[in-house]
């Protein structure tokens, strides 16, 4: 695992580690909370490495179209500002970590932390060329984000001990893994990472 230990142009990118995403919200992803751990590791050392932290959250009007009241596939989550919205109490999240918000009018939907946000530039401005990437959920938000991140030339390092899937479908989850596995990330875990 030597070439996927964090060093200069290295990023981790917490993808929507949300209230509304975890055990007893309103879209909870199974086992959502057992991401938490393998990524405060991951945050206590890039934080000890001085390596640039991100995190994308779901940022949703009221009436988002993705809401079913709006002919959308999913119940109301992640209204901005309400706590449902906010990062799990638990997540280490560094003052310094850059915040992302996606998906914030009404009309347009966005899995992907690159999608409608600055997130693409905010990389480039800290000379990011490698990303660390876990959260949730792996078969939606997390595969949107690395398929878009390895499009835009990123090296993608996908934490599999760090992420968990909603599965709509009965393997979605393992789908979306080998998905992103085909089209280059590299898989690592949290656990096994080190300086």
């Known amino acids: 695992m030597k070439n996927s230990i964090p060093g200069m142009g290295d990023a981790l990118l917490v993808v929507d580690v949300q209230n509304d995403f975890?055990?007893?919200?309103?879209?909870?992803?199974?086992?959502?909370?057992?991401?938490?751990?393998?990524?405060?590791?991951?945050?206590?050392?890039?934080?000890?490495?001085?390596?640039?932290?991100?995190?994308?959250?779901?940022?949703?009007?009221?009436?988002?179209?993705?809401?079913?009241?709006?002919?959308?596939?999913?119940?109301?989550?992640?209204?901005?500002?309400?706590?449902?919205?906010?990062?799990?109490?638990?997540?280490?999240?560094?003052?310094?970590?850059?915040?992302?918000?996606?998906?914030?009018?009404?009309?347009?939907d966005a899995y992907s932390a690159f999608d409608g946000t600055d997130l693409q530039r905010r990389l480039q401005t800290d000379g990011v060329r490698r990303l660390y990437v876990g959260g949730l959920a792996t078969d939606y938000c997390v595969l949107s984000t690395v398929k878009d991140a390895l499009q835009l030339g990123y090296r993608v390092v996908l934490l599999g001990d760090a992420i968990r899937a909603v599965e709509v479908v009965p393997g979605d989850g393992e789908r979306a893994v080998a998905e992103m596995r085909g089209l280059g990330a590299q898989p690592a875990l949290a656990a096994e990472l080190a300086p």
Do not use: M
């Open 22 to 108: 975890l055990p007893g919200g309103s879209l909870a992803v199974p086992h959502g909370d057992e991401v938490v751990a393998p990524l405060n590791r991951c945050l206590a050392l890039f934080a000890g490495l001085q390596l640039p932290v991100y995190a994308s959250r779901d940022w949703h009007p009221a009436d988002h179209c993705s809401f079913r009241a709006q002919g959308g596939p999913w119940p109301p989550h992640c209204i901005a500002g309400t706590p449902g919205a906010d990062f799990a109490a638990a997540l280490q999240l560094p003052a310094t970590a850059c915040i992302v918000s996606k998906a914030d009018s009404p009309g347009k």
